[in-house]
């Protein structure tokens, strides 16, 4: 069970946005791609959720290529959170989290305690019977992730692993305040504890240190650093890739890097 | 959740449907009481029956002549192109994800008015031949006019990378544009009384109706109301955005083909069987959507329903108003509609401000 790019190339009118990714994105651990602006990061995620076709190179998702699979069956055990959404229609954020129900046909009931629960551990019960057009951009953005996660949840089944679900998220703090970052994070790690392999698009690179298992630093459409996030995030890779002077520590309280610039 | 409410909603939009059409049947340059209507009523029924209905034409009354000929087909007319019309509305917005959309922008009003000025303007000896023949023409140009507006828009926005829907919208308004000046032409090259014609056309009117009509509007409705609400989760998750749909598993190549497809049908038909009806298919989905939400699970259903409504009380106002003389419909579904929507904005003003 994974979600492997192989040989990806995308060429968009003549520009190489992605050239020649290899990836791949475990079961229960948390991959993280950061990179300055450009890098090709939200290419690379569009691609392996099957948005967009890459012009050479394929996607083999949970061992068979991504374009072979039923999108209804694969709507199930992948989820998506975009980095906008364009919904302008009144619907309550609980109807919002609702689609994400769409693929699944549970029944009603089922559907109802999941899009509850998902409310909840996003900290948005309270936003349940508002409307999402009056939402605030990060409130709306919390509705987007418990969509997101609500689309492969199944708690209720026997089987204790859930090893062939993933989860691609698209810089999903980017409007978060600080408390709901880290209750990302944490929702994040959760998720993957149970054997969700799970790929975060990130631009803050001390929360990427904080939760990764595999970081992976792009520049110019290519993967330049793959590795631990301790291999990955040093001085000299930082200021190579981004052109920022930064020191890298590690923190004595939880024996994580600290990046300072 | 807001399930309840809005099935609620939506039966008691259908149910207000039936006396609507009965009230709409006894109005008219011609008032028929009650009891009239129920005697008529009884004894069409009977006859329709035996199949005598020949041999008994001295028993029939005058009452039951205008109801069974003119307002019966009259009236379900209305509310078939009503329904119609709002429910393409509703899908349309859906797929462009913009509550401003209507069914026209896909260039299936243009084109089908551009197409029945052409007929009305050469074909104009045999539209004097028979009055029959000569509408069924008309009819038939404005749907072939159309079909080929929505044909070229769906063509010329389609790539080997699928459908766009922005691209759509513009095309849309430039086949719009193209069938409107091609209108112009052939307003310039008519005579004094096709102009008349083709301006009463396109303002729509359905004092043509008759049960032939009121089959083939029928038979539209019947196909929407049985396939759109099979499109409505599909057109729920649209609205999060086209990538969103495909990532709930939605396959959105063929729910715009549907959609385009079926708006075709609904509109096109309406189009030809009444002329140019405007603002149902803008406005009667937004009314709805301000009462119960934008799930298209109640919004189709609803907004047929509503829509019909509409149609049938502007229709009666349009035979009452000026009789024993008519207005066309389409004019007075905008007198009615227009002070109703901004009721309701600014109803739902307040209630967002507060």
């Given at each position: ?73 694969r ?12 919904l ?14 769409t ?65 691609l ?6 409007s ?39 970081v ?46 | ?48 029956d ?99 507006a929505?044909?070229?828009?769906y ?6 990378t ?45 004092d ?11 038979i539209?409705?019947?196909i ?20 969103e ?89 905008a ?20």
């Amino acid at each position: 069970m994974s979600l492997v790019a192989e040989k990806l190339s995308l060429n968009c009118s003549g520009v190489f946005l992605l050239r020649d990714v290899n990836v791949s994105i475990l079961p229960g651990k948390i991959t993280t791609i950061v990179g300055p602006n450009g890098a090709g990061k939200t290419s690379l995620l569009r691609c392996l959720s099957n948005d967009i076709s890459p012009t050479s190179g394929s996607i083999i998702f949970n061992g068979k290529d991504i374009n072979n699979w039923d999108p209804i069956d694969r709507a199930k055990s992948l989820s998506v959170l975009t980095q906008h959404s364009s919904l302008d229609f009144p619907f309550t954020a609980e109807e919002v989290v609702l689609l994400a129900r769409t693929p699944h046909d549970t029944g009603s009931i089922r559907d109802d305690e999941i899009v509850a629960t998902a409310l909840k551990i996003v900290d948005a019960t309270y936003l349940a019977n508002r409307q999402y057009t009056q939402l605030s951009g990060g409130e709306k953005q919390r509705i987007h992730l418990a969509r997101s996660l609500a689309q492969i949840w199944d708690l209720d089944t026997k089987q204790k692993d859930h090893t062939d679900r993933f989860l691609l998220l698209d810089e999903p703090t980017s409007s978060f305040d600080l408390a709901h970052q880290q209750l990302t994070l944490e929702i994040v790690s959760s998720f993957s504890s149970r054997g969700v392999g799970i790929l975060l698009v990130m631009h803050d690179l001390n929360l990427a240190a904080k939760c990764s298992d595999q970081v992976i630093m792009m520049e110019c459409g290519k993967p330049v650093k793959t590795g631990l996030p301790k291999e990955v995030f040093t001085a000299e890779n930082i200021e190579q890739v981004f052109g920022v002077r930064v020191k890298v520590q590690e923190n004595p309280e939880n024996k994580k890097l600290l990046i300072v610039i | 959740m807001r399930g309840a409410r809005s099935r609620k909603f939506t039966l008691i939009l259908f149910f207000s449907l039936i006396p609507m059409m009965i009230l709409a049947a006894l109005v008219g340059p011609v008032f028929i009481s009650p009891a009239k209507f129920i005697d008529s009523l009884v004894s069409m029924l009977s006859i329709t029956d035996f199949g005598s209905n020949i041999s008994n034409q001295a028993s029939v009354s005058h009452e039951e002549v205008i109801l069974s000929a003119i307002r019966f087909p009259r009236v379900v007319l209305a509310a078939l192109v009503g329904a119609c019309l709002a429910c393409c509305g509703a899908v349309m917005q859906g797929l462009f994800r913009n509550p401003l959309a209507d069914p026209s922008l896909i260039g299936v009003s243009s084109g089908a008015s551009a197409g029945a000025s052409f007929v009305i303007i050469f074909c104009s000896t045999w539209l004097h031949s028979s009055s029959f023949f000569g509408l069924t023409l008309v009819a038939f140009g404005a749907s072939t006019g159309g079909a080929l507006a929505v044909l070229l828009v769906y063509r010329l926005s389609t790539s080997s990378t699928g459908t766009s829907v922005p691209t759509m919208l513009l095309v849309g308004i430039a086949i719009s544009a193209l069938a409107g000046a091609l209108n112009g032409i052939f307003s310039f090259i008519a005579d004094n009384e096709m102009l008349r014609r083709m301006s009463l056309w396109q303002m729509g009117s359905l004092d043509a109706a008759n049960w032939f009509r009121v089959g083939i509007a029928g038979i539209a409705a019947s196909i929407l109301l049985i396939t759109l609400p099979n499109q409505s989760q599909a057109l729920n998750a649209f609205l999060l955005g086209e990538s969103e749909a495909r990532h709930l598993g939605i396959d959105t190549e063929r729910v715009k083909q549907r959609i385009i497809l079926l708006t075709a049908i609904g509109v096109g038909t309406s189009v030809a069987v009444a002329g140019m009806i405007s603002f149902v298919g803008l406005v009667v989905p937004h009314m709805v959507r301000l009462v119960i939400g934008p799930d298209h699970r109640y919004l189709i259903p609803s907004s047929a329903a509503l829509g019909a409504i509409l149609l049938i009380v502007a229709d009666s106002f349009a035979r009452i108003i000026v009789a024993p003389a008519e207005l066309p419909t389409g004019i007075l579904t905008a007198l009615l509609g227009v002070p109703f929507f901004f009721w309701l904005l600014t109803k739902n003003h307040h209630r967002i401000q507060r």
